[in-house]
């Protein structure tokens, strides 16, 4: 009877959805589909949320990515004079690479850790109370930093890290999903890709404020780590203006007139207008209906759910797979072996950075306009021919000069392409695949791919360079490959279409293959 039980439990989401789908195709008629169009549109309100949510909680976490790099040699002194005076000990130098291990890491186990978290927070607080509480983890983190020289502790360092790290994870799972929700549907990609642009910005300007010129000195260091603090503190002001997700309040908290109030206030248009987006609302809390919680247990063994979350899982580790940030670690040393200098080659890598930013504005146009698929496959195989080049160039750097140059171009060309779509779309998709409950447990075990996968090749990159040398890049080239091999078979395109519509599509798991059908 268990047996029985657990799999009409498993299958009850296909079953409904086919229903709900079935009335919908019945009910929609012309005039609703002109009345979305209408609202589809930007405004004001709508504006300001994603401004406040780039701003205020993604650039934050992509400065704290961006900011470490360039003053390593800084902090490591300050750390190494900090336990002589107050335990009267000298680390060694082995000591002392193990201990900027830890700073540099903790951030990411604080991601991690915002990410697990961010599911049960995002269905408990709302998303603007969670967008809160990442603000304030942040503001919290920028505080230790400033403290940490004022109090001679590497303790509150790494503390700040870790609070910054928590911060950092908490935006990258509810963001994508929080805009996503407000969005209307033909504004939902441009929108998703908000949280890429904003780590992008923030990367850059952690480049930037870290340079020896600005802040990246041995009496401003600590404000350099706390630089970012301002956007928390005023996205902390503006959050209380911000709409809370209408999906939110209707399905899991079933308050539908405050719902369809905030899709009021959120659209700018009357009830009449908004019946096509009600409609939809409906169908998402009926199929929410008779389940009580979607915990992370029931999300990861429901096997209508197995696919559309291995697609998430598997899309935000190998973005990190993709070797995006050992591109960035090794172009510094690239520029500098190209003749520029060190101060030349810092400012170059800044360039890089500021063709990511680029890229990332590209991108949400494009998202409106192409589908997520061409977009994604293309900028994975774009990407792995670069790395290619780049592999190549460096081996015959020794042999033949102008290869130097054509290392430069590799590197500039992956990150526009990896901009393209390997940047931004893992980032969201998982708000387009799932519907509104199980989605903050697919957007957290997402989040929880990218960062351990961040962490993964941040650990292993400089071995393997020692080891491998440029070889490194093929094995960078192979994970984006058979990524992008999965992602061909079974990610359908989301473009202009509901959760409920994808999610209908996935229900057969493995037998789902794309390739085979002509969505």
């Known amino acids: 009877m268990e047996i029985k039980k657990k799999d009409t439990e498993g299958s009850s989401l296909f079953t409904e959805t086919s229903r709900i789908i079935g009335l919908t195709e019945l009910n929609v008629d012309r005039d609703v589909d002109e009345n979305r169009e209408k609202a589809d549109k930007w405004n004001l309100l709508l504006i300001l949320s994603g401004a406040v949510c780039c701003l205020g909680s993604a650039v934050p976490a992509g400065f704290n990515i961006g900011v470490i790099n360039t003053p390593e040699n800084i902090i490591k002194a300050y750390c190494n004079e900090s336990i002589r005076q107050r335990y009267g000990k000298e680390i060694s130098e082995d000591g002392l690479n193990i201990l900027w291990s830890a700073i540099v890491s903790i951030f990411l186990i604080g991601g991690v850790s915002g990410s697990l978290t961010s599911s049960m927070l995002s269905n408990k607080l709302g998303r603007k109370g969670t967008l809160v509480i990442g603000n304030i983890c942040g503001i919290l983190g920028a505080i230790v930093f400033l403290l940490a020289p004022m109090l001679n502790s590497v303790e509150l360092l790494l503390i700040g890290r870790l609070l910054v790290g928590l911060s950092g994870g908490l935006a990258t799972s509810l963001l994508p999903m929080y805009l996503s929700e407000l969005s209307p549907l033909k504004l939902r990609g441009t929108l998703g890709v908000v949280c890429q642009l904003g780590i992008t910005i923030g990367v850059l300007l952690g480049q930037i404020v870290s340079l020896d010129t600005v802040l990246g000195t041995e009496s401003l260091w600590s404000y350099m780590l706390a630089a970012f603090s301002p956007l928390c503190i005023l996205s902390l002001l503006l959050t209380p203006i911000l709409p809370e997700s209408p999906k939110y309040l209707y399905v899991i908290k079933e308050l539908h007139e405050k719902a369809i109030d905030e899709l009021k206030r959120l659209r700018n248009k009357d009830e009449n207008s908004l019946r096509h987006e009600i409609a939809t609302l409906e169908q998402e809390r009926a199929i929410r209906a008779g389940i009580n919680d979607w915990t992370m247990n029931r999300v990861v063994s429901d096997p209508c759910l197995r696919l559309p979350l291995?697609?998430?899982?598997?899309?935000?580790?190998g973005q990190q797979l993709s070797g995006i940030n050992a591109v960035f670690y090794y172009s510094n040393s690239i520029f500098t072996t190209a003749g520029l200098g060190k101060s030349v080659s810092q400012y170059?890598?800044?360039?890089?950075?500021?063709?990511?930013?680029?890229?990332?504005?590209?991108?949400?146009?494009?998202?409106?306009?192409?589908?997520?698929?061409?977009?994604?496959?293309?900028?994975?195989?774009?990407?792995?021919?670069?790395?290619?080049?780049?592999?190549?160039?460096?081996?015959?750097?020794n042999t033949v000069n102008s290869m130097v140059w054509l290392s430069v171009l590799a590197i500039q060309a992956y990150v526009i392409f990896y901009?393209?779509?390997?940047?931004?779309?893992?980032?969201?998709?998982?708000?387009?695949?799932?519907?509104?409950?199980?989605?903050?447990v697919a957007m957290a075990l997402g989040s929880v791919a990218n960062w351990g996968g961040n962490f993964i090749v941040g650990m292993t990159f400089?071995?393997?360079?020692?080891?491998?040398?440029?070889?490194?890049?093929?094995?960078?080239?192979?994970?984006?490959?058979?990524?992008?091999?999965?992602?061909?078979?079974?990610?359908?395109?989301?473009?202009?279409?509901?959760?409920?519509?994808?999610?209908?599509?996935?229900?057969?798991?493995?037998?789902?293959?794309?390739?085979?059908?002509?969505?």
């Open 462 to 519: 400089p071995v393997l360079q020692r080891l491998i040398g440029p070889y490194t890049f093929l094995i960078f080239i192979a994970c984006i490959l058979t990524l992008s091999v999965f992602i061909r078979l079974y990610l359908p395109e989301t473009r202009g279409k509901s959760t409920v519509e994808i999610s209908s599509t996935m229900t057969l798991g493995f037998k789902s293959r794309v390739i085979n059908c002509n969505s």
């Open 419 to 440: 901009g393209l779509g390997l940047g931004p779309i893992p980032y969201f998709i998982g708000s387009e695949l799932f519907d509104v409950g199980p989605r903050p």
């Open 310 to 317: 291995l697609l998430v899982i598997f899309s935000q580790f």
């Open 348 to 397: 170059a890598t800044i360039g890089t950075g500021l063709g990511n930013v680029f890229m990332a504005l590209i991108s949400a146009s494009l998202m409106s306009r192409i589908g997520r698929r061409p977009l994604f496959l293309n900028s994975c195989y774009l990407s792995a021919c670069c790395l290619l080049v780049l592999c190549l160039s460096i081996l015959f750097t």
